[in-house]
T-cell receptor, first 114, second 110 residues
Framework: DSGVTQTPKHLITATGQRVTLRCSPR?????VYWYQQSLDQGLQFLIQ???????AKGNILERFSAQQFPDLHSELNLSSLELGDSALYFC?????????????FGPGTRLTVT | GQNIDQPTEMTATEGAIVQINCTYQ??????LFWYQQHAGEAPTFLSY????GLEEKGRFSSFLSRSKGYSYLLLKELQMKDSASYLC???????????FGQGTELSVKP
């Protein structure tokens, strides 16, 4: 158990819908990262927050947005869902935004868009 | 651009040694991570290399050559539970994001 929690574990929804994925980092970690893992793309970095501020952005679609709240939990919002958005979404956390910190991954949310 | 290459699949025998290679070409480089991921589960940290050389941790060792853009993960005394995907990931100076390779699916057979 990494100490990172994600809810829900599974999510099944229809195309065009909007969903929110939630992540609570390990106690004491200020940095949160979101990754998408699909069969053909591997693990892709989406976005990073540090202490409430956006720190780095990957190839995140405009239909996706995220935020980190004062209690440090983070939410990833996915809207106008398409079949291709079906994937495992992982949240990870680390103590600082530095590049040498080990990132601890949550169990993931499996999103299925039908 | 960022490019990280690993073999897609490898097979090895229980009790043997296996080496998983990773080559990278990235715009900047800070360090290289290896993660293990069992199917449908979260990646878990195995090792981190920032300087050239070998880092040993029990049955697992990782090597880095920054000048060659090359790393390998060495797994000794293979066990059936080592069957998993092994992910090579690079961090670059812009933020703390991990740039992952596609992963190497290792199958350990009796």
């Amino acid at each position: 158990d990494s100490g990172v929690t994600q809810t829900p574990k599974h999510l099944i929804t229809a195309t065009g819908q909007r969903v929110t994925l939630r992540c609570s980092p390990r106690s004491g970690d200020l940095s949160v990262y979101w990754y998408q893992q699909s069969l053909d793309q591997g693990l892709q970095f989406l976005i990073q927050y540090y202490n409430g501020e956006e720190r780095a952005k990957g190839n995140i679609l405009e239909r996706f947005s995220a935020q980190q709240f004062p209690d440090l939990h983070s939410e990833l919002n996915l809207s106008s869902l398409e079949l291709g958005d079906s994937a495992l979404y992982f949240c990870a956390s680390s103590p600082s935004p530095g590049t040498s910190d080990e990132q601890y991954f949550g169990p993931g949310t499996r999103l299925t868009v039908t | 651009g960022q490019n990280i290459d690993q073999p897609t699949e490898m097979t090895a025998t229980e009790g043997a040694i296996v080496q998983i290679n990773c080559t990278y070409q990235t715009s900047g480089f800070n360090g290289l991570f290896w993660y293990q991921q069992h199917a449908g589960e979260a990646p878990t940290f195995l090792s981190y290399n920032v300087l050239d050389g070998l880092e040993e941790k029990g049955r697992f060792s990782s090597f880095l050559s920054r000048s060659k853009g090359y790393s390998y993960l060495l797994l000794k005394e293979l066990q059936m539970k080592d069957s998993a995907s092994y992910l090579c990931a690079v961090t670059i100076p812009q933020g703390g994001k991990l740039i992952f390779g596609q992963g190497t699916e290792l199958s350990v057979k009796p």
